[in-house]
């Protein structure tokens, strides 16, 4: 990629007071200084990473001054380094200096974290991201011919706008999958303006890209989420799953080892501080790296890649193999006489160990099925190591983790077969219909996008040898996406409930949810309104989003009839509404007393 040249800026932000302690050994000196390197090349991606992130409503020429404002805060520290504002973190000087910015805080609605000091304000920042992004205006997009001029003309402005562009709409993605995608971007960009058929080019390369971004997004939105809501021990079960199905040969210990510079990674990546991500990020691929031969067989080639090319790579490597002679069970957990006492003489390693240890012999379970396994088995000792005979108890837990797996196993089936009977349209249309009724209070684009989500989810997963673990691990991404990545998100008692009560359960309690009762409706008239500007002004749209506008409505407005009764009303309506618009008097068709609508059949007017 090419950048602003910063010479020098890096060891000035390695002798902040957030420095990792310096290296010693040869090769962590050579990590240590490729990761000094890869940090100084893309610190003006960081810049207006962090900031577009943090102050999503910022326009790309207040980005452009605070990357002129950061060279001159450079300047400075370089020149002399004693100055107090040169003591501070990256991320503290970062945020010093949006708050600095002449009017912008309180144009930009952010003045309020600006009044905080340290920790608090960095989370008044993190609380100032939005997930939804419908306020801000359509992702412009430039004819191949206008694009490929642009980039010409200044490559690195019309790179540094795209970073922008896509940094603001995903708040939450890590510092390091945004430099990933800017260097793919660019890369499409060489190649494809080479090319006679520019558009053609360009569609092909953005669709592993936008795949890429989406993927990893939905997995460090759920994780963070995970995080802030339920704490570290969470985030930790969650690592030990992951890495375990990943790494089953890794012992216990080295793969403790390895997880404190995991959680050390979200913690700081989580909040959005995007140099110490990078680094933490670096130090958690030098860890697998450094011990390879004890971690994985597959990952050889990976480590021998670049930042952060390596970290990619590392992450889409496949699994090993389960080793050899290890059985699906564990005697220690099951059928031990000190079960309980080794659980009471330290609970956190001894569930960690058992997470462990259950995960690397079920590779084929999902990350959530394998913590559903672990509450199980929590609160089946709770109850166990409360009887006289502890042992003659927990010896049948292997039953009720298989209980657990049925019920989920259950539940995947069924979603596949919906899809193989219904199709990707009417599979959607039931989705809607189902996040709609558990959460009516959501905007009409966010309902719409999750029913698309879990449908490209049980898309991607159906047909698969894995089926089970794979949709269940991305049904589960979508319902994080509901239910938000910060704490004070609320939408109704009952979807709260599933969101902040148990991280593991939340699918089996999302599936049990009813319509919400406490919603109050919206009136026909109301309806009909909405639904006359919806369509029958001119409009240039796709008919389809229309249609799922429409289906929102009308489940927040009669949620108790009957999946044939609402179909029926929305065929008659749709084809209504297709009608409409082509008449010279609209909006008499929508009006209650229309046969054409079916509405007229409801009474005029319905509030719960």
Not at 89 to 101: G, K, P, S
Not at 133 to 138: K, Q, S
């Given at each position: ?16 007071t957030?420095?990792?302690?310096l290296?010693?050994k ?5 990590h240590?200084?490729a ?17 577009a ?5 910022a ?9 002129k404002?950061m060279?001159d805060?450079?300047d400075?520290c ?10 501070k ?13 002449e009017?912008?805080p ?10 905080k000091?340290?920790?608090p ?11 939804n ?6 992702f412009l997009?430039?004819?191949p011919?206008e ?8 490559s ?22 945004l430099?990933?995608?800017a ?33 990893s997004?939905s997995?460090?939105?759920n ?12 985030l930790?079960?969650?690592n ?16 403790t080892s ?15 501080d995007v ?6 990020q ?8 450094s ?6 067989s597959?990952?050889?080639a ?9 970290e ?10 389960r080793?050899?002679?290890?059985s699906?069970r ?9 079960v309980c ?10 569930f ?10 079920h590779?084929?379970?999902?990350t959530?099925?394998l913590l ?10 709770e109850?166990?190591?409360?009887r006289?005979?502890?042992?003659e108890c ?12 049925e ?30 009724k ?5 905007p ?15 898309a991607?997963?159906?047909t698969?040898?894995?089926e ?5 691990n ?30 593991a ?7 049990n949810l ?7 409706l ?8 909405a ?5 029958c002004?001119?409009?240039k ?5 229309k ?18 009764e609402?179909?029926?009303l929305?065929?008659?309506?749709t084809?209504?509404?297709e009608?409409?618009?082509?008449v ?6 929508f ?9 007229e059949?409801?009474p005029?007017?319905?509030q719960?």
């Open positions: 990629m090419r950048h602003l040249k910063l010479t020098g800026f890096i060891f000035f932000l390695l002798s902040l957030e420095s990792l302690a290296p010693t040869p090769q962590d000196i050579d240590f200084n990761t000094k390197k890869f940090i100084d090349k893309n610190i003006a991606y960081l810049t207006i990473i962090a900031f992130q943090y102050v999503q409503e326009s790309f020429d207040e980005v452009e001054m605070l990357v404002v060279l805060y450079r400075r370089l020149a002399d380094s004693t100055l107090p504002e040169c003591s973190t990256a991320n503290e000087a970062l945020q010093d200096m949006f708050c600095d910015m009017g912008l309180e144009k930009r609605n952010f003045s309020h974290c600006c009044r000091d340290s920790s304000r960095r989370l008044c920042f993190f609380y100032n991201k939005k997930a992004v419908g306020f801000l205006p359509p997009t430039l004819d011919e694009k490929c001029q642009a980039y010409k003309n200044n690195e402005s019309f790179l540094h706008l795209y970073m922008y562009e896509v940094a603001r709409r995903n708040p939450f993605v890590f510092a390091p999958v430099l990933s995608v260097a793919q971007f660019e890369e499409a960009a060489i190649t494809c303006c080479e090319q006679q058929q520019k558009a053609t080019c360009f569609q092909a390369k953005a669709a592993p890209i936008t795949q890429y971004l989406k993927a997004s997995y460090q939105r994780v963070c989420g995970a995080l802030i809501k339920f704490g570290s021990k969470v930790n079960s969650i030990i799953a992951v890495f375990s199905k990943k790494f089953p040969n890794i012992g216990f210990k080295d793969l390895l997880l404190e510079d995991v959680s050390s990674m979200y913690e700081v990546c989580c909040e959005g140099v110490h991500c990078i680094r933490s670096s130090k958690v691929t030098n860890h697998i790296c011990k390879q031969d004890s971690i994985s597959k990952i050889k990976c480590c021998e890649k670049k930042i952060p090319e390596r990619d790579c590392i992450i889409n490597a496949n699994k090993d193999d080793p050899e002679g290890l699906l564990e005697a220690k957990f099951t059928d031990s006489e000190n006492q080794e659980r009471d003489s330290d609970p956190d390693k001894f960690a160990e058992f997470i462990y240890e259950y995960s690397r012999r590779a084929d379970l999902s959530p099925e559903r396994i672990s509450k199980v088995y929590m609160d089946f000792l109850d166990c190591c409360s006289e005979s502890p042992a927990y010896c049948h837990v292997e039953d009720k983790f298989n209980e657990t797996t019920r989920s196993l259950t539940m995947v089936q069924q979603e596949c077969k919906q899809f193989q009977e219904l199709g990707k349209d009417a599979l959607q249309s039931h989705f809607l219909v189902k996040f709609t558990a959460a009516p209070q959501l009409t684009e966010e309902l719409v996008s999750l029913s698309m989500e879990m449908v490209a989810a049980l991607t997963c159906c698969l040898s894995d089970f673990a794979c949709v269940d991305l049904a589960d991404f979508v319902l994080g996406e509901l239910c938000g990545i910060n704490k004070n998100r609320t939408i109704n008692p009952a979807v709260d409930h599933c969101c902040k009560t148990d991280f359960f939340r699918r089996h309690c999302f599936e009813k319509a919400d009762t406490t919603y109050v919206p009136s026909v008239s109301a309806l009909v309104s639904l006359h500007a919806d369509w002004q001119p409009r749209e796709d008919l389809q989003n249609k799922h506008r429409f289906l929102v409505n009308l489940v927040k407005w009669m949620p108790e009839i009957t999946d044939e609402r179909l029926c929305f065929t008659k309506f084809a209504a509404g009608e409409c618009s082509e010279q008097e609209p909006k008499s068709c009006s209650p007393e229309s046969s054409k609508t079916g509405i059949s409801q005029a007017e319905r719960r």
